[in-house]
């Protein structure tokens, strides 16, 4: 087992390495919010089931977490909803971009996995019917999780994710015309832009996804999920977790792992911790180039992945 000062000095040697590929993405420009970031950040922390948490660069730095926030989404979904989930959204990748409006036309208003736009509104609309608050749910449960009672949404993101929504609402609406929303359009949507727009840094996305590898188990010990369940949402995320290059991540970082293009990433070490790296400049798929770089340093070097 590698000891703290091994971890620490290896996330800051990784943070060092990948500086120079931050070089070869390119910052998400399609709301003018997120464009404005810095494409040199980069931020690792390490969260470990036994409490420990290490970090290196800007890990302590509040970023947007974009699609990160599906992987919560779903455990909260599930964890109220159980099965009855799947009548609505599929769990296979998709193979198209995360916004591809194509496929849900020719699949008749059923995304093929929660993790594209389609899906996560699907998530939305049912958290919305189960609880009243979507955002407030997932906010209030981030929080606890991440033992940090300020996460909250950026308001400049979220009105810049709704003036530049028309994607996403033509995915809601095209989904209410087949019948799979439960909720006013304008409501899901509404809900969707400010959970794109919560911010949170490394440290506390990698501790709020503890209980994605403590097998459904909270920070307070209580069970959010059942160990069948955690390891449903674990498989789903390797599969479909990093958009349409879901293949390539599983190959070359060997974890589950969900990212949105804000540029951060969570990839779960079941039993033993989360990992969450921040670099904003993305590949073409939507995946910090940086951030992908140092997770398969990470787990070539500590040999900590799934396989
Ligand atoms: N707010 C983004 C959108 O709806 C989320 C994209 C992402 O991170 O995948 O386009």
């Known amino acids: 087992m590698l000891g703290f000062m091994d971890l620490q000095s290896l996330l800051d040697d990784l943070a060092r390495e990948v500086a120079p590929f931050a070089a070869q993405g390119k910052v998400a420009d399609y709301i003018p919010a997120l464009a404005a970031v810095d494409p040199t950040r980069f931020g690792i922390a390490l969260a470990m089931t036994d409490g420990q948490l290490y970090g290196s660069g800007d890990w302590r730095v509040p970023f947007s977490i974009q699609s990160v926030s599906k992987a919560f989404s779903l455990a909260l979904v599930l964890a109220r909803d159980g099965e009855a989930l799947w009548k609505r959204v599929g769990r296979e990748p998709s193979g198209n971009p995360f916004n591809s409006l194509v496929q849900l036309e020719y699949e008749k208003g059923i995304p093929r996995n929660p993790f594209l736009n389609a899906g996560a509104l699907i998530l939305i609309d049912r958290l919305l019917s189960l609880t009243g608050d979507s955002l407030g749910t997932l906010r209030d449960f981030l929080r606890a999780e991440s033992g940090n009672p300020t996460v909250d949404i950026d308001p400049e993101v979220a009105a810049s994710e709704a003036t530049h929504g028309h994607r996403n609402a033509a995915l809601a609406h095209f989904m209410a015309s087949c019948g799979n929303l439960e909720n006013p359009v304008e409501r899901v949507l509404d809900h969707y832009f400010r959970q794109c727009a919560l911010t949170m840094s490394c440290a506390d ?52 792992g969900k990212s949105g293009v804000g540029g951060g990433i969570l990839a779960v070490l079941p039993e033993r911790g989360v990992l969450c790296v921040w670099s904003p400049a993305l590949d073409p798929h939507g995946n910090g180039v940086a951030g992908v770089e140092a997770l398969d340093r990470f787990t070539t070097r500590t040999g900590w992945s799934i396989f």
């Not at 097998?215 to 069948?228: E, F, I, P, V």
């Not at 369940?229 to 293949?247: F, P, V």
């Open 205 to 256: 996305l990698a501790k709020a996804g503890l209980f994605l590898a403590n097998h459904g188990l909270r920070a307070d010990g209580s069970r959010l999920l059942t160990r069948s369940e955690a390891k449903r949402i674990n498989s789903i995320m390797l599969t479909c977790g990093t958009y349409d290059a879901a293949g390539d991540f599983a190959y070359r970082v060997g974890l589950p």
